[in-house]
């Protein structure tokens, strides 16, 4: 890649934020086996129903929107948001009600 398809513009986090219904066995049995699919995929737990991931670009992200819509649970809201990595450095972080250090993105891209 070059440095031009590697800048802060490019480059994205996915955030999938979602409220699904945990009434029933079966409900919260789906509502886990979503999180763990989100967790294998290398999402990050960022709250309770809010998972990030960094991706290199439109390409990956559509991959793992596929990956999303095939492992949708059957009920509840799901719902997809990306960044570019130049955005997520601006996103301010409260815990506690202090400020917090902004989060500090990737250096570099592994490829496999």
């Not at 890649?1 to 994205?12: D, F, K, N, V």
Request: charged share 25%; proline share 4%; hydrophobic share 35%.
């Amino acid at each position: 890649m070059t440095a031009t398809q590697l800048s802060g513009y490019r480059l994205m986090w996915i955030f999938v934020m979602f409220d699904l219904p945990v009434a029933s066995k079966a409900q919260s049995r789906d509502a886990t086996k979503f999180r763990q699919f989100l967790l294998d995929e290398g999402f990050e737990k960022s709250q309770f129903s809010v998972y990030a991931r960094f991706c290199s670009g439109k390409e990956q992200f559509e991959t793992y929107m596929r990956r999303i819509e095939s492992n949708l649970p059957t009920q509840g809201e799901v719902h997809v948001l990306t960044f570019t990595d130049r955005q997520y450095e601006n996103i301010v972080r409260f815990s506690s009600q202090r400020r917090r250090k902004p989060r500090k993105n990737p250096d570099q891209l592994a490829l496999f």
